[in-house]
């Protein structure tokens, strides 16, 4: 059986006249986009012309709902209650699937974003109201969630598809979750470092934490962060990468 994987990048996360990231020069290398839905970035027409950019290149829409934090860039925890994250969840996925039907298009899938999808790796209650508004939006979507924890559990058990995933420019913890970024080496400089693990994950379905132990996982979707220096250069580096094994990228 041929291995394939899909390219995930975050996306749609300039504010007014603050840029952030670059989205048309990453876009056509990646196969899903998940667009900031206001929260802890993006506004209505950064989301519209996302969008817009996505179809154009025919890459899979998403949602990227996060904290209502615009100057942490929704990577500070929050104190919120499960009941409060599912109604956020279900306005940021709302109002994307909304900008993305005036133009003709369909959601395929949600990521939540930066803290608020850490917090529900270790809070289970966390981890199901975000699946269940995810459901409850639409039960097609699939729903993106870290490799090898409960959140996938959760999901799958609420009635979500769901969607395994992994980071190559991310270090983890021997738990297999990501090494916290104000840890040395929490963020892949190393393009080559990227590439090496993320071809360990997919062709062998585990990686090595920083500890140098091994953690076993499956690898459906592989996020790169746009918002990181040399975004554009991983990208194109890793898709090339994984063409040259054999190995297919798509949804």
């Known amino acids: 059986m041929k291995l394939r994987i899909d390219l ?17 020069a990453i876009m056509p ?3 899903s986009a998940n667009i900031a839905c206001g929260f802890h970035a993006g506004d209505p027409a950064t989301m519209r012309k996302t969008v817009a950019l996505a179809i154009k290149h025919g890459v899979a829409l998403g949602a990227h709902p996060g904290l209502p934090d615009l100057q942490g860039f929704g990577r500070r925890n929050m104190a919120i209650t499960d009941q409060e994250a599912y109604d956020m969840m279900v306005v940021q996925i709302g109002a994307l699937a909304g900008v ?9 899938h949600v990521k939540a974003h930066g803290q608020l999808y850490n917090m529900s790796v270790k809070n289970e209650g966390l981890a199901r109201a975000l699946a269940q508004a995810t459901y409850d939006v639409d039960p ?8 090898a924890s409960k959140m996938l559990d959760i999901a799958a058990s609420v009635g979500c598809k769901v969607a395994s995933e992994v980071f190559g420019d991310r270090s983890y913890m021997p738990d297999g979750t990501l090494c916290p ?10 393009v080559d470092v990227s590439i090496k693990q993320v071809l360990q994950m997919v062709q062998t379905g585990t990686l090595t934490a920083n500890d140098g132990s091994i953690v076993k996982l499956r690898a459906d979707t592989l996020c790169v962060h746009g918002d990181q220096p040399g975004a554009v250069a991983f990208a194109k580096a890793i898709r090339e990468a994984l063409q040259r094994e054999g190995i297919e990228v798509g949804v």
Do not use: H
């Not at 993305?100 to 395929?108: D, E, F, Y």
């Open 100 to 108: 993305a039907a005036s133009q003709g298009a369909k959601l395929r």
């Open 29 to 31: 290398y990646v196969t």
């Open 8 to 24: 995930n990048c975050d996306m749609g996360e300039s504010f007014g006249a603050w840029k952030m990231g670059n989205d048309e």
């Open 140 to 147: 097609n979507l699939v729903f993106f969630g870290l490799a």
């Open 181 to 190: 970024r104000n840890l040395p080496g929490a963020m892949i400089t190393d």
